[in-house]
């Protein structure tokens, strides 16, 4: 059955259908450009794997573009190319996508080929071995950019030895240590048709769609499996696994994160907490940069950022800075948070950031891919598909008193520290 879940000029129609097997279809028609954006998202993602399997969500995202049983990576290519499409993928912690970018008249061949990837990918040993090589130097490139690396050992050192705290990359070790079996067992296990959903935004219709992707998935459209069930989590974290985390680096810069764990996604304080969120470290005009950056001149980059997970979240601070100034940077930036703790933002505070929010949301929303995009994380994230219209209601309807209770409960937690710059373990204590 098919379900009309919005019709207005600013979320355009969404229409959902769930196929046989457990397939679910989204589309949202956007009348006014001439292309169209397709992504079949599966729901897994590094949080699913055991550390002996860690980056192997991330290594099949890789391998799948290597060859099917029909098409060879060459033809693949080349087919997109031909009809200057973009077509491409990303893994996260608890979902992977699969997404092509094409003029409206070549949305079929999208839908071939990406179907083609997710279904009937050869993983052979050869192309693994070829592949294995691009993934380590992908984990080099990330240990070379300080500012990527602080993210992910922030991860680690707030949720340790969990798969929330390990990088979606894995390991040089873990992924040396992955076999044929290993990735295609991956593949064979996970990417089950109730774990798929497929979306489509822009020059679209819903009906073509689901005659394309009916034709591409056949077979596998049987049956009275129903779609997997909303990711949950594990439970609550309530303080971080270890006080601070170091890559010891000869950098220019210092990278630091200082944060603390923070609510799920589907905490209805979330709204709350990205008003917070912008006034604090989301802008120019936040307290973060303000008094960092803008007065003291001691930062070029400082904000926070606001993850949410299922069951989880984390709220954090980046900042950049040579050595000498980390102390003050520090300083600054605890002293903002106990603020924010003890009085919460002004009025005027949560009306900007509600409009910082509000704006962002709705200009975000200007391209194909970002409306792809976001019916495929409401349909895997959050198992319902939220109105453009409805989620301005609700950042409209936070208050101070709101905002204020998030602060107090967020920052008056235990926090920790990643760092990335060069120190010693006994510099951190200091720190």
């Not at 879940?5 to 046989?20: C, N």
């Not at 099949?60 to 049983?69: I, P, R």
């Not at 992908?138 to 990527?148: L, V």
Request: proline letters at 3%; one cysteine or more.
């Amino acid at each position: 059955m098919t379900e009309l879940l919005d019709l207005d000029e600013v979320g355009g129609r969404v229409e959902r259908t769930e196929l046989p097997g457990g397939l679910r279809v989204l589309t949202e028609t956007m009348p006014g450009v001439l292309s169209a954006t397709l992504g079949i998202w599966v729901g897994v993602g590094s949080r699913d794997e055991s550390p002996a399997v860690a980056g192997s969500s991330h290594f099949l995202e890789h391998l799948l573009f290597k060859g099917t049983a029909t098409r060879g990576a060459l033809e693949i290519a080349t087919a997109m190319d031909a009809v200057g499409g973009e077509m491409n993928a990303f893994t996260a912690k608890e979902h992977t996508c699969y997404y092509a970018n094409v003029l409206a008249s070549d949305l079929p061949l999208a839908v071939t080929l990406l179907s083609d990837l997710v279904t009937e990918a050869r993983n052979t040993a050869e192309d693994l071995e070829s592949e294995r090589t691009v993934v380590l130097e992908e984990i080099a490139m990330r240990d070379d950019e300080p500012s990527d690396a602080v993210h992910d050992l922030f991860s680690e050192t707030l949720f340790g030895d969990t798969p929330l705290g390990r990088s979606v990359l894995g390991t040089v070790e873990s992924i040396e240590g992955l076999t044929r079996d290993d990735v295609d067992g991956w593949y064979r296990s996970r990417y089950a048709v109730p774990s798929i959903v497929v979306t489509a935004a822009g020059r679209v219709d819903h009906q073509q769609v689901l005659d394309l992707v009916t034709a591409a998935f056949a077979d596998r459209l049987s049956g009275d499996a129903r779609p997997a069930p909303l990711r949950t989590g594990d439970g609550v974290v309530d303080k971080p696994a270890r006080a601070a985390g170091l890559i010891n680096r000869r950098t220019e810069q210092t990278h630091l994160l200082l944060g603390t764990p923070s609510m799920g996604r589907l905490d209805e304080r979330r709204y709350a907490g990205a008003v917070l969120d912008a006034a604090v470290g989301g802008g120019m005009s936040s307290r973060l940069f303000q008094e960092i950056r803008e007065k003291r001149g001691l930062v070029y980059s400082v904000g926070s950022a606001l993850s949410h997970y299922a069951g989880a979240g984390s709220f954090s601070v980046y900042a950049g800075c040579s050595k000498k100034r980390v102390p003050e940077v520090l300083r600054l930036i605890r002293a903002e948070l106990d603020r924010a703790a003890a009085d919460g933002i002004t009025a005027e505070e949560v009306a900007r950031s509600r409009g910082q929010l509000k704006g962002g949301l709705v200009l975000g929303l200007e391209d194909t891919g970002s409306r792809m995009s976001r019916l495929g994380k409401s349909e895997l994230s959050y198992g319902e598909y939220l109105p453009v219209r409805e989620v301005l209601a609700r950042l409209d309807a936070v208050d101070e008193t709101q905002v204020r209770e998030v602060a107090a409960e967020l920052f008056s937690q235990d926090t920790c520290l990643a760092v990335v710059g060069p120190y010693r373990e006994s510099d951190l204590d200091r720190l």
